[in-house]
């Protein structure tokens, strides 16, 4: 009979201990990637063309649903903030363990690092936590984490806060909660791309190009593990570079590490070149913009479909492509929010790149925008007319309209917009 009592104790106790860990793992992990990365998890029955890995500048620079609708191409983007090349390998083999992809794109930005992972640990608990535990995240790890410690916080979700035991972590515990019961009305139908509004036009950034050193650095030993792993699962790999504005320094790198592709034989795209900095960015860090990340995506649609598709069958059986369809249409209501939202005329403006609308500039004396403010214009004349209007004075308008399919039905308004003249000069 106490024996008995002994395993009924010792069964509860092993519960309890389960369960309280179950749930510190929902109330302790971070929340922020959760609108990114969750609807990848809720895709049971999707399979992708095409996944993206890279640091922020891919994560803004490239739009899935744009590649969708003018490329009928399926993609998810997985680019996360400070991501290493190390990081980018395992996020592949963990994604493609619940969807395996037909092409891989990795953009070279970290490719000079050492590093396995940026020592803010923030940014690796965003692109793993929300993965199960599983034999691949164990190995994911134990390979780029190093002290018992951090791999423990990364295995056991409430270990993270141990230092603050000694302090209650209710704030912590009540926004975790908060977050977590609303996570689901917040996803992003973005397919991974991160949307940001706005144009600064300052200048390139000053790298020192002497720092360049010939050598096979952690990051390159990593795109060799990426290439071996796609080869053995049947998928073809592609390394690109996302445009950034250290243009000299990323030229030396990248000529040295196209050596190492082209012994390998595999594809390299390069489109450094590809956008206006002066117009293409919305910060000083040279993030891209929606200007820059349409011409991006549009570059990347044009080389899966003229490269690579005589390679893969790219064709949607009906019922894939009633379901991008319907999410394509969430998104442009998602597309419009950020239209009306806007609240300056440089953010309104990056936006119009998207040919799914139009909109008319009126103002009363064309003659007075700046050289930039004109530039921009002139790139989105297909979607953008400038209109004169006397009633004006100080003032400019602009009517944004969501553009009809075809047929007798009209362009919809979808808002209008007013703004001191002063403020749509963009130096």
């Avoid at 395996?100 to 490719?111: L, T």
Wanted: aromatic letters at 14%; charged letters at 25%; one cysteine or more.
């Amino acid at each position: 009979m106490k024996k008995l009592r002994i395993i009924i104790s010792a069964t509860i106790f092993v519960f309890i201990a389960a369960a309280a860990i179950s749930v510190s793992g929902i109330v302790l992990k971070s929340y922020d990637n959760y609108p990114k990365f969750k609807p990848f998890f809720n895709d049971k029955n999707t399979d992708y063309d095409v996944y993206f890995f890279g640091a922020s500048n891919a994560l803004n620079g490239i739009f899935p649903m744009q590649l969708w609708r003018d490329f009928g191409v399926t993609s998810y983007n997985f680019a996360w903030h400070k991501s290493t090349i190390a990081l980018d390998y395992w996020l592949l083999r963990l994604t493609a363990k619940m969807h395996k992809p037909k092409i891989v794109f990795v953009d070279i930005f970290s490719i000079d690092s050492e590093l396995l992972v940026d020592p803010n640990l923030y940014y690796a608990h965003g692109a793993l936590d929300l993965f199960p535990l599983s034999t691949e995240k164990i190995r994911a790890i134990n390979d780029i984490f190093k002290s018992r410690a951090t791999k423990t916080e990364f295995f056991f979700p409430f270990y993270l806060y141990h230092n603050s035991w000694k302090k209650t972590p209710f704030p912590i515990i009540k926004s975790n909660l908060k977050k977590y019961a609303l996570s689901d009305n917040n996803l992003l139908p973005t397919k991974g791309g991160e949307l940001r509004a706005a144009i600064t036009s300052s200048g390139r950034f000053n790298v020192d190009v002497s720092d360049f050193s010939k050598k096979q650095t952690t990051s390159i030993q990593y795109a060799q593990k990426i290439i071996s792993y796609c080869r053995e699962n049947g998928i073809i790999p592609v390394f690109m570079l996302v445009p950034y504005p250290t243009q000299d320094y990323m030229e030396e790198w990248k000529d040295f590490f196209c050596e190492t592709l082209r012994s390998d034989g595999v594809s390299f795209l390069d489109m450094s070149r590809t956008v206006d900095f002066d117009t293409d960015k919305f910060d000083r860090f040279a993030h891209l913009n929606p200007l820059g990340a349409q011409k991006v995506t549009e570059c990347i649609g044009n080389y899966i479909t003229q490269e690579l598709a005589k390679k893969i069958d790219l064709k949607k059986n009906p019922s894939v492509h009633e379901k991008w369809s319907r999410d394509y249409q969430v998104y442009k209501q998602f597309y419009n929010t950020k239209i009306i939202s806007a609240d300056t005329f440089s953010s309104t403006l990056s936006l119009l790149s998207n040919t799914d609308y139009r909109a008319e500039i009126f103002l009363s004396d064309e003659e007075n925008l700046s050289e930039l403010t004109r530039k921009i214009i002139g790139r989105l004349r297909e979607n953008v007319t400038v209109l004169p209007s006397k009633e004006l004075e100080n003032q400019v308008k602009v009517s944004v309209f969501i553009k009809s399919n075809g047929g007798e039905s009209k362009d919809s308004l979808l808002c209008e917009k007013k703004f001191i003249a002063k403020s749509i000069q963009i130096q």
